[in-house]
């Protein structure tokens, strides 16, 4: 065998107290095309991003063409003729295709854009890319803007392409085209790497598959000698038990009803489509799902903050027994309405807290309209801050420190206490767990558990199988913002959660695999 | 009736001419994201450095050189203007300050700097009166030698000092610049989007010294031009008058286009001093006459946000700071 | 773009973070440095241009602010003005609505109690008179704040340049004014009604300009207490801090836009009142003389806190009255002030870095975010 396009040797990458990717060794040839598999946080991305120079390893080596190369920025990456297409799209909306490619390249000779288009319709023609170079980004659809990333990078001669989930955003037509764009580049003798956890876009598309998970290397295949099945248990790995105490639902009442829920974004992408389930009282409802695969914006239609196309939610009240439809409500009007919704985002810090407002202030944010009279009343609020200090053991100099100053962990304990504190009916966190230790994570796992043996109706969206097995009541599976099984917790497994999640309900052409 | 209309032009041009600097002189720094509302005041310094070069050369010399006189005022009035500029991409892109404060700070500085020294520099070499420099006045109000001869023609289009042309000049150069080449195209990029500039490998911090410190110099010249040619190196306090804010009006007008400037500013320029060549206006009907650049700027800025083109939208950075770490 | 020649990156010593916050104390050790350290750099400049003891100098100025009574309250005046002005302004920065037009709503706000001041005169009752002034001017500031607000919540129309354009239609329509109601044409007004004194603010214990510092200082108690104990004053912070939150608790975003400029205009509107009845009796294209701007930054370096306010109008104010009273005395232009005030501000808000940021050393080897 020929010496490899890249070779990582032992690369190791830790943030703070978390390690990113622990000893992975991986190789990538020329002409071939290698998947890089695993979940959300397994370290695919932030492996790929140390080839292309954004991180920088704290331990390993990285080989080009056999020799060692230190990439420290994404020029370097360049200069070793390796581009990464990045899931967010890094271009300038007004500029046209063409300008988009040119932009901070330091070419020889006079700049003329006709040239470059020509370049464009070049690269294009020999691959097959369908694009005008002079049209305006703004003007173009999410694959058309991709592909300007990925001429983008051939224009600067990359013979190594990394694609970081390409085909997250792309219809299954476009998908399709996509990798017959890909086929012919191989055939060019580049190397690809492609991240992605669609297994049948593994088998569809790769010519080997590289396994990580929670930042450790677990293997490589052949992709012709491997099924589904045994690449999801490479994935997701056996089960671990968690031991968080889950008693058994009582007394459940149908609590939130979702209906054919449909929404399209800003950018024209339909991002939930036919969303039913039955949120009940005295449950955890797990929603689990690959990221982007609709959890925010379902969560948001709930509360009032994403307008949706079609489709019903409709509340039962647990005072009046009545029926209350949320339809196109706004936050304000679903609380006068007598709705008892609480909600933990995801982005902590940009949506359910502010950061320059100290705790006090942090727990009027949802109470401060409560009373008459034109001024608030700052003392239910600072007793409530003092219990949730105490309570959940927040670490902090005292309830007068701006909430940006706190850590992560203790952060989420205060938006996660003052939810609880609105002694809701329904209870919506996103990755309550995201970024904490272990011991935070459990405190807040006891706190869900406790409010379901109230009867709140909770809504856990998350990220660890381990933890939705362990802790949720019943699992509801997204993927590409359809619903793909309402699963028994105490029954399912990893994979069968893992097959569910990468299944692409757009084109159905998985099922057939 | 000709004659009137033909003489309105000219008036309309020479009002223009300082408004076209400075507005080309912004557009060239709000294109990298700076929104300078310091430009006032650095169009101020522009004419009082410009002043006191040509002061300190005329007065120390029995016979001035006339083009001693042009060098040593204009780099002076570049000097001053860019040392202003710097004061503000130091303050803006290095200590990372909020651009308005900063900008309206740099006006009232430069607006004081400029009344101070105008109000003072006589008092500082012991003479009286006011200033008055008749030598360089004169070598910038020299015209093109032909333009008498043209007639009404010559001396509607062809009767200017060299600075009018100069201005036109670079609001062209500066269209090709943004438009034509790599450096305008990376600049562009930096005001739209700082972080997709950065990731491309674009040096921001240094796109956005150069271009402020140059727009600044250019707006500069503005201010030059009317202590020179249109004063005739005269200096009045307060004689500037709103001219600045005006050019950035401009910039909105002209929808961030130097080449829309020229036109633009000779609209706005007629549009400053059409009141006097209405017949039969009283003089508190040309006080309404007046708000009139102000008026359409404020409805451009509403047609533009209403329609939301995205070609006619300020850049999308503009007034913003980057920080490469708050991605 | 050859692939042999890679060049090694060229790393900076240091790089910048972001603090993480500093306890006020130090904050405002690094503020107090910094006005010194501008203190000592205006020395210097005065120094330069007046040879004299600096010392001295910053004793005229000194005198020239608090030396006679008459000095006092004339101070006292233009402090209580800035002060107005700048709580104003206040409310609508820190919801990050950049109103640069306060200049324009304070003139407007005058234009209109000098409507009636000069039309209806001595034929109503003072006491009448004066109030519809007030309601007139509170109304006109509304109107020109309301304007811009309006299409900012509609449209997102970009508000630091419509208020900005918004100040010379105020300026046109005050010049229209005066060109109406002067028939000589000489473009200055005098003073309205000096006979009758009829719109004219009565003096309060002798002192011609006590009601103006009167009212000021209870509304600086009033907008004290609006930031930071109402409930709208909370909305405004948290419109301001992040829209996403305001969404999330349910604010109706645009209408706090709208409510925050009706209150920033009208405290702009009775500047103008305080101006035109009780201070100027006349009306000129200079009634606001730059202190709309200035409001600004006197806002921003107290960081929006009515009662810091108090200090920064003064020290600006100080500066102005000072650099004017050595500018007399030693027969310069009375613009120093403003190359003073400028330098001062400069210097603040240059410190401000030195408390948002920290600079490290970089450690090579080490990287990432």
């Given at each position: 065998m020929s010496t490899p396009a890249i070779e990582l040797k032992n690369i190791t990458k830790t943030f703070g107290s978390i390690t990113a990717n622990k000893n992975v060794c991986l190789t990538v040839n020329s002409g071939e095309i290698l998947s890089l598999l695993g979940e959300n946080g397994s370290g695919k991305t932030t492996l790929m991003n140390m080839i292309s120079g954004i991180y920088f390893p704290d331990a390993g080596q990285i080989f080009i063409d056999g020799k060692e190369a230190v990439i420290r920025s994404p020029k370097d990456a360049f200069d070793y003729k390796i581009g990464m297409i990045h899931q967010h799209f890094k271009l300038v909306d007004i500029f046209t295709a063409a300008e988009n490619v040119v932009l901070g390249l330091k070419e020889d000779g006079k700049y003329n854009i006709k040239e470059v288009e020509k370049k464009v319709a070049e690269i294009s023609s020999r691959y097959g890319f369908e694009i005008s170079p002079s049209k305006k980004i703004y003007e173009m659809s999410v694959s058309e803007k991709q592909t300007v990333e990925i001429i983008k990078v051939l224009y600067r001669g990359a013979n190594i392409l990394i694609l970081d989930e390409p085909t997250a955003v792309l219809t299954p037509q476009e998908t399709q085209k996509l990798f017959a764009v890909l086929r012919k580049m191989k055939e060019d003798g580049k190397a690809i790497v492609i991240i992605t956890h669609k297994l049948h876009e593994v088998l569809d598309i790769s010519d080997r598959v590289s396994v990580l998970r929670k930042g450790e290397y677990i293997g490589t295949l052949n992709t012709a000698e491997t099924n589904e099945a045994e690449l999801t248990e490479m994935m997701v790995g056996k089960k671990i038990s968690l031991d968080i105490n889950r008693s058994e639902p009582e007394n459940c009442v149908d609590r939130l009803k979702v209906e054919s829920l449909n929404c399209i974004d800003s950018d024209g992408v339909k991002v939930l489509s036919d969303i039913s389930f039955t949120a009940r009282g005295g449950e955890i409802l797990g929603v689990a799902g690959i990221a982007g695969s609709g959890q925010k914006e379902l969560l948001e239609a709930i509360a009032g903050l994403q307008k949706y196309d079609s489709g019903s939610i409709i509340y039962s009240d647990p005072k009046s027994g009545k029926d209350v439809n949320l339809k196109n409500k706004s936050p304000y009007q679903i609380k006068e309405l007598g709705v008892r919704l609480s909600f933990v985002p995801e982005d902590r810090l940009g949506m359910g807290l502010v950061g320059n407002m100290d705790i006090t202030d942090n727990m009027m944010l949802r109470s401060y309209r409560k009373g008459r009279g034109a001024f608030l009343k700052r003392n239910a609020p600072r007793e409530l801050a003092k219990t949730i200090v105490k309570d959940l053991e927040v670490v902090t100099p005292s309830i007068n420190t701006p909430i940006r100053r706190l850590s992560g962990g203790n952060v989420q304990k205060v938006l996660v206490g003052r939810e609880i504190s609105l002694s809701p009916s329904v209870l919506m966190t996103a990755y309550?767990?995201?970024?904490?230790?272990?011991?935070?994570?459990?405190?807040?796992?006891?706190?869900?558990?406790?409010?379901?043996?109230?009867g709140v109706a909770v809504i856990f969206v998350g990220e660890d199988l381990d933890v939705l097995i362990d802790l949720c009541d019943k699992i509801m599976v997204l993927s590409s913002g359809a619903v793909t099984g309402i699963v028994d917790a105490k029954t399912t497994t990893k994979e069968e959660l893992g097959r569910l999640m990468t299944k692409n309900s757009k084109g159905g052409a998985d099922s057939e695999q | 009736m000709l004659f009137t209309i033909a003489q309105f032009i000219k008036a309309a041009i020479i009002q223009g001419i300082p408004l076209l600097f400075g507005s080309t002189g912004e557009i060239i720094?709000?294109?990298?994201?700076?929104?300078?509302?310091?430009?006032?005041?650095?169009?101020?310094?522009?004419?009082?450095?410009?002043?006191?070069?040509?002061?300190?050369?005329?007065?120390?010399?029995?016979?001035?050189?006339?083009?001693l006189c042009i060098l040593i005022s204009l780099a002076c009035s570049l000097f001053g203007s860019a040392l202003m500029s710097l004061i503000y991409a130091f303050l803006t892109q290095?200590?990372?300050a909020n651009q308005n404060v900063t900008g309206l700070a740099l006006t009232t500085f430069g607006i004081g700097l400029g009344n101070f020294f105008g109000g003072s520099l006589l008092k500082f070499f012991n003479e009286s009166g006011s200033i008055s420099l008749i030598n360089t006045g004169l070598a910038y109000k020299k015209t093109l030698p032909f333009a008498a001869k043209l007639g009404l023609f010559g001396d509607t289009f062809l009767s200017f000092g060299f600075l009018a042309y100069l201005a036109v000049i670079i609001a062209i150069i500066a269209s090709l610049f943004l438009n034509r080449t790599r450096t305008g195209l990376n600049l562009r990029a930096i005001g739209e989007n700082p972080a997709t500039a950065d990731a491309a490998g674009i040096n921001i911090t240094r796109y956005k010294y150069i271009s402020t410190l140059v727009g600044g110099m250019i707006a500069g010249l503005g201010g030059l031009y009317f202590v020179m040619d249109y004063t005739a190196g005269a200096w009045t306090n307060n004689g500037f008058g709103d001219r600045g804010w005006l050019a950035i009006a401009i910039v909105i007008f002209a929808l961030w286009k130097p080449k829309s400037a020229i036109w633009s500013s000779f609209i706005f320029g007629g549009l400053y001093i059409i009141c006097v060549y209405i017949p039969g206006l009283s003089s508190a009907a040309k006080e309404i006459i007046k708000m009139l650049p102000y008026l359409v700027t404020i409805l451009v800025l509403i047609f533009i946000s209403a329609k939301k083109k995205k070609e006619h939208q300020p850049p999308a950075s503009l007034g913003l700071s980057y920080f490469r770490e708050d991605r | 773009m050859n692939s042999n020649s890679v060049k090694k990156t060229h790393e900076p010593l240091f790089h910048i973070a972001k603090r993480n916050g500093m306890v006020w104390w130090k904050a405002w050790l690094i503020r107090g440095i910094s006005v010194i350290i501008s203190l000592l750099v205006c020395a210097v400049i005065i120094v330069s241009l007046t040879h004299q003891n600096p010392l001295e100098v910053y004793g005229a100025m000194i005198k020239g602010s608090f030396g006679t009574s008459r000095k006092f309250w004339a101070m006292l005046q233009n402090l209580a003005i800035l002060l107005c002005i700048s709580l104003a302004v206040t409310p609508a920065f820190k919801m990050k609505f950049w109103n640069l037009g306060a200049e324009g709503q304070v003139l407007f706000g005058g234009l209109c109690s000098m409507v009636l001041m000069f039309m209806v005169g001595d034929r109503i009752p003072n006491i009448l008179l004066i109030l519809a002034m007030l309601v007139a001017s509170i109304l006109g500031g509304i109107i020109w704040g309301l304007l811009p607000a309006l299409f900012k919540a509609k449209w997102g129309t970009n508000e630091s340049l419509f208020t900005l354009m918004m100040n010379y239609i105020a300026i046109q329509l005050v010049s229209f004014a005066i060109m109406v109601w002067v028939p000589s044409g000489s473009s200055?007004?005098?003073?309205?009604?000096?006979n009758t004194r009829a719109g004219w603010l009565p003096d309060l214990f002798g002192q011609k300009y006590l009601i103006n510092i009167l009212i000021v200082a209870v509304l600086t108690v009033v907008m004290f207490v609006y930031l930071r104990y109402s409930k709208h004053g909370y909305e405004l912070s948290v419109v301001g801090e992040s829209e996403n939150t305001a969404r999330y608790i349910g604010i109706d975003v645009k209408k706090v836009i709208i409510r925050t400029m009706i209150l920033s205009g009208a405290i702009c509107g009775l500047s103008g009142f305080l101006l035109v009845a009780g201070t100027n009796h006349t009306i000129s294209k200079e009634l606001a003389g730059g202190n709309g701007f200035t409001a600004?930054?006197?806002?921003?370096?107290?960081?929006?806190?009515?009662v810091m306010m108090v200090l920064t109008s003064l020290i600006v104010v100080f500066l102005q009255r000072g650099a004017g009273e050595i500018a007399t005395k030693f027969n310069l232009n009375t613009s120093l002030a403003d190359i003073l005030t400028g330098i001062i501000i400069f210097f603040i808000i240059g410190c401000e870095f030195f408390i948002n940021y920290k600079i490290m050393r970089t450690n090579s080897g080490k990287e990432g975010k």
């Open positions: 309550a767990v995201r970024g904490l230790d272990i011991n935070s994570s459990y405190l807040i796992y006891n706190l869900l558990n406790s409010q379901k043996e109230k | 720094t709000e294109k990298s994201g700076n929104l300078n509302l310091g430009i006032p005041g650095i169009m101020y310094v522009g004419g009082i450095s410009g002043i006191i070069g040509g002061y300190l050369y005329e007065h120390g010399n029995e016979n001035p050189v006339p083009i290095t200590l990372k | 200055v007004m005098g003073l309205v009604n000096s600004i930054m006197v806002s921003w370096l107290a960081k929006f806190n009515p």
